[in-house]
């Protein structure tokens, strides 16, 4: 018992210090580009950045259906080659 309420207090200090973290890099990270930190350039960044995610989400989505139709016919070969082929 006594074991849970110490990785519980080490988890607390855990994810304080890296809330503490996050905040001044975050801060530090905005006074280095103070002058391009305007409303217009967080949303171009964030435009490019979500095109390069969709585009990432549309390649693997299309590599997926490629090697499941891959798949699926060598499946289908393998069971032609043993049982012969079977109607449809």
Do not use: C, Y
């Not at 964030?46 to 095109?51: E, I, N, P």
């Amino acid at each position: 018992m006594f074991k849970r309420v110490v990785w519980m207090g080490m988890g607390a200090v855990a994810g304080s210090a890296s809330t503490v973290w996050a905040q001044r890099k975050v801060k530090t990270q905005l006074n280095k580009v103070s002058d391009k930190a305007t409303p217009a350039h967080a949303i171009g960044v964030a435009k490019d950045r979500m095109a390069d995610v969709r585009d990432t989400v549309v390649a693997a989505v299309n590599e997926g259906r490629a090697a499941r139709a891959d798949a699926e016919t060598e499946m289908r070969q393998s069971v032609n080659d043993r049982w012969g082929p079977r109607p449809r």
